[in-house]
C-alpha cells in the first residue's frame, strides 16, 4: 500500500514540476493571509452588533491581528531558516486555521480579539515561509516569474476579500468569514506536504537568539502600538511618548545584542548590499502610501459617497485585477531586464495615480477615482513582485527566511506608519478646517468632530447636517493632502529603486561572512560604527 502511494506520489510529483507543486501550496496559503487582511473590515459592524461589542474591542479585532503579525514577522522567517521552512510553515498554517475556526466559534469580544492576536502568529510563521520556500524550489532566472505568481495571488486575495466578506456577511453571517480559512488550511497542509520539500540554514546550528527575540519583540511591539493609538492617544500624549523611547532603546539594544551572538537572528551583513536596502525601503515607502490611501479611500467611498461594503469592494476591483495581470508578467520580465528598470517605472506610474486621486472632491465621485485605481494597480503589479525579487536575490539562499521576514516587516510596519501618519495628517488639517468652518459650534463638539475624523468613524446621526457638511469637507480636503503626499513619498521610492537596485548583469556586491565582519569589529572601531548604524 504504502509503495503504490510512493509511485503515485512519484508520477505526480518530478524534480521538474515539484517546484510548481510548491508554488500552488504557497499560493494556496498566502490567499489565504492577504484574503484576512480584507475580509474582516466590512464585517466589523455585524460583528458589533451579535457580540455587542466595544468600540475598543472593534479596534483590536483589527489591531491585535496586525500587532502579533508585524512584530513576529522576523521571528517566523529566522526559525524556518534554524529548525526547517516547511516546518516552520505548517505550524503558521496549522495555527492560523485552527485560531480561525475558534474566532467563528467565539462567543464574546474578549475572545474574538484573543484568537485574532493568535491569528497574527500564524500568519507572522505562514508569510516569510511562503517567500523563502520558493525561493529555495526556484533557481534564480525562474525566481521572478514565480514571484510574479504569488504577488498576483495576493493581489486576488485582496480585490475579492471586500467583496467576499461583504457577501458572506449580508447574507450568512460574519462568522462564515473565518470558517473559509479552516479548509484552505487544509489543502495547503496536504500540498505542501505532498510537494514542497524541507530546506533550512546549513551554515549555523540549531541556536536560538532568545535574548534577540525579546528585545526584538519588545521594541516592535511598543513601536507598532504607538503608531496603532497614536491617534486615539494622541501624538504628544505621555503613553505614545514612552511607547516610542521603549521602541528606540529596545532596537538599539537589539543590534548590540546581535553584533555579539553566534546566530544572530538577523545578518546585518544583508544591509551591505544596496540592492538589499533598496528593496527593503520600497517595501516601506509603496507600504506607507499605499495603505493609507487603501485605508481612507474606503472611508471616502462609505462615509462620504455612502457606498455599502459591497459597493465599495467592487470599485476597488480595477485597481486590483490590473495587478493580477500585471504582476505575473512583471515578474518574469524582472528575469530578462531586471528589478530595477520596473519598480523605477511602476514607482512613478503609483505616483501619478495618488496625484491624480488628491484632485477628489466631496462632489467628484468615482469618476475621478476610476483612472487613478487603474493606474494604480498597473504600477504596483510593476513594483511589488520585482521589489521582492530583488530582495530575495540579492542574499544567499541560505538566508531566505530571515531575508523574507525582514522584507515582510518593512512592508508591515509601512503599512502601520502610513494608516498612523494619514489619520494624524486628517485630523490635523481637518480640525483647522472644522475650526474655522464652526467657529460658533462649542469646542467640545468640534474636537469630537476631528477625533472622528482621524480614526475614520461616521459623523452623523446626532449632529447637524451642516456639522455633517463640515465634517466631510474637512475629510476630503485633508485626504487631498495627504494624497498629494503620498504621491511624493512614491516618487522619491522611483528615485531609491533607480539608485540603489543593481542593475541587470551587473556583478554582486561581495556581501562579507560573519567571520569576516567580526574580525572587522575587532580590529577596526569605523567599521563597527557603520555597521551599528546600518
Known amino acids: 500500500m504504502t509503495n503504490r502511494i510512493l509511485a503515485h506520489r512519484h508520477r505526480l510529483v518530478n524534480d521538474e514540476n515539484s517546484k510548481w507543486w510548491t508554488l500552488g501550496a504557497m499560493c494556496f496559503a498566502l490567499f489565504m493571509i492577504m484574503l484576512d487582511n480584507t475580509v474582516v473590515n466590512v464585517a466589523l459592524p455585524s460583528i458589533q452588533r451579535d457580540l455587542h461589542a466595544s468600540l475598543a474591542a472593534l479596534e483590536w479585532t483589527v489591531n491585535a491581528y496586525t500587532l502579533t503579525f508585524a512584530v513576529l514577522l522576523v521571528t517566523g522567517g529566522r526559525l524556518g531558516d534554524i529548525f526547517g521552512r516547511r516546518r516552520m510553515f505548517l505550524f503558521g498554517v496549522v495555527v492560523f486555521g485552527l485560531s480561525s475556526l475558534a474566532i467563528g466559534f467565539a462567543p464574546n469580544d474578549t475572545i474574538l480579539v484573543a484568537f485574532r492576536a ?34 498576483g495571488v495576493s493581489a486576488l486575495a485582496l480585490a475579492i476579500g471586500p467583496v467576499i466578506g461583504g457577501f458572506l456577511t449580508e447574507y450568512v453571517s460574519w462568522r462564515a468569514i473565518f470558517f473559509i480559512n479552516p479548509p484552505i488550511a487544509v489543502v495547503a497542509i496536504a500540498v505542501t506536504l505532498f510537494a514542497a520539500r524541507e530546506s533550512r540554514d546549513e551554515t549555523v546550528d540549531k541556536t536560538v537568539d532568545f535574548a534577540g527575540i525579546a528585545s526584538l519583540t519588545v521594541g516592535l511591539t511598543a513601536l507598532v502600538l504607538a503608531l496603532v493609538e497614536s491617534n486615539s492617544w494622541h501624538w504628544g500624549s505621555v503613553r505614545v511618548i514612552s511607547l516610542l523611547v521603549l521602541a528606540a532603546v529596545s532596537l538599539a539594544g537589539f543590534v548590540v545584542i546581535e553584533r555579539r551572538v553566534k546566530a544572530p537572528m538577523i545578518d546585518f551583513t544583508f544591509f551591505r548590499s544596496r540592492t538589499s536596502i533598496g528593496a527593503n525601503t520600497v517595501a516601506f515607502l509603496i507600504s506607507f502610501a499605499m495603505f493609507a490611501q487603501f485605508f481612507f479611500l474606503t472611508l471616502y467611498m462609505q462615509n462620504v459617497l455612502h457606498y455599502s461594503p459591497l459597493e465599495t469592494g467592487l470599485r476597488f ?25 520596473l519598480m523605477t517605472i511602476g514607482l512613478a506610474i503609483v505616483a501619478s495615480a495618488l496625484f491624480i486621486e488628491s484632485h477628489l472632491t466631496i462632489h467628484s465621485g468615482y469618476g475621478l477615482l476610476l483612472p487613478g485605481f487603474v493606474l494604480l494597480g498597473l504600477g504596483m503589479g510593476l513594483v511589488m513582485s520585482p521589489m521582492s525579487t530583488a530582495a530575495m536575490n540579492a542574499v544567499d539562499r541560505s538566508k531566505a527566511g530571515a531575508a523574507s521576514g525582514v522584507l515582510s516587516m518593512s512592508r508591515m510596519v509601512g503599512s502601520t506608519f502610513g494608516v498612523a501618519v494619514m489619520g494624524a495628517l486628517v485630523a490635523t488639517i481637518g480640525g483647522s478646517k472644522i475650526n474655522s468652518s464652526l467657529p460658533d459650534v462649542p469646542a467640545s463638539v468640534r474636537h469630537a468632530v476631528t477625533d472622528a475624523l482621524g480614526s475614520g468613524a461616521a459623523i452623523g446621526g446626532h449632529v447637524s447636517e451642516r456639522i455633517v457638511a463640515a465634517a466631510n469637507d474637512a475629510f476630503v480636503s485633508a485626504l487631498g493632502t495627504g494624497l498629494l503626499i503620498g504621491s511624493l513619498v512614491t516618487l522619491s521610492g522611483a528615485v531609491v529603486a533607480w539608485t540603489l537596485i543593481q542593475r541587470r548583469g551587473a556583478a554582486p556586491a561581495a556581501v562579507p561572512t560573519r567571520p569576516a565582519v567580526e574580525q572587522a569589529i575587532e580590529s577596526d572601531d569605523e567599521a563597527a560604527r557603520e555597521i551599528s548604524l546600518v
Not at 130 to 150: D, K, N, Y
Not at 319 to 338: C, E, H, K, Y
Request: a positive charge; proline letters at 8%; glycine letters at 12%.
Open 317 to 341: 476591483l480595477p485597481s486590483t485585477l490590473m495587478i493580477i495581470v500585471t504582476a505575473p508578467l512583471a515578474g518574469r520580465l524582472a528575469d530578462r531586464v531586471g528589478s530595477r528598470p
Open 118 to 151: 493568535v491569528q497574527g502568529v500564524g500568519a507572522a510563521f505562514m508569510m516569510p515561509g511562503t517567500l523563502s520556500i520558493i525561493t529555495q524550489a526556484f533557481p534564480a532566472e525562474q525566481r521572478g516569474t514565480a514571484i510574479g505568481t504569488w504577488a
